[in-house]
């Protein structure tokens, strides 16, 4: 099953490791109008997927059990991050190792309902942020630091809040229902300047 969140950003459901990258070709050849065996990628030494050909287009990809979200971006770079909502993970403590305090500390003001989905709106905002300056989280999560309470109507019931990353990447995220039960998916998007644009 596929269905789109946003303008340029799709969910695919059921999709096996082994067919994800038949799945990113056709979603991209779709997306961008031309035949699978035009669309060609390469890996950034990070390892951050980049469209070749056909040029002009920034692609992020995450999965999540056998979901997969994939965003592109026609006129800039992309950063996508996906992740089902569980709650028998010690949230907390990873908060603690990862995130920077005021971060933390939004999460512990959360009633313990809501702390599942108020932790992974901040990990898929903050690794789709990463993502989008080509990095991941290996160079860790403590920056960029969020404005974490611009996630409260995500919390009572909004599916889709959109803030400012820092700079000029824009951050959406939403939450969704899908067969493998809640998930939260961020995007974060930044336009190209002129100079910046790829050739």
């Not at 031309?34 to 692609?59: A, Q």
């Not at 969020?146 to 820092?166: I, N």
């Amino acid at each position: 099953m596929r269905r789109e969140l946003a303008p340029d950003l799709w969910l695919l459901e059921g999709v096996g490791r082994e067919e994800r990258p038949t799945a990113a070709r056709r979603w991209l050849a779709d997306a961008l109008g031309c035949s699978e065996t035009r669309v060609r990628l390469r890996r950034t030494t990070t390892g951050k997927p980049v469209v070749i050909d056909p040029p002009g287009s920034g692609f992020s990809v995450s999965y999540s059990g056998a979901l997969m979200l994939l965003g592109l971006a026609r006129s800039g770079e992309v950063g996508v991050d996906l992740e089902i909502v569980r709650s028998d993970l010690p949230l907390t403590d990873v908060a603690e190792s990862f995130f920077a305090w005021n971060e933390v500390m939004f999460l512990s003001t959360q009633p313990s309902s809501l702390r599942p989905l108020a932790f992974y709106a901040l990990w898929t905002s903050k690794e789709a942020l990463l993502k989008v300056a080509g990095g991941g989280i290996v160079s860790g999560m403590r920056e960029p630091r969020l404005p974490a309470e611009r996630l409260t109507p995500l919390l009572q019931g909004g599916g889709d809040v959109g803030f400012q990353g820092g700079g000029d990447i824009s951050v959406r995220v939403l939450t969704r229902m899908t067969g493998s039960g809640p998930v939260v998916a961020a995007q974060a998007f930044r336009e190209w300047t002129p100079a910046a644009r790829r050739l």
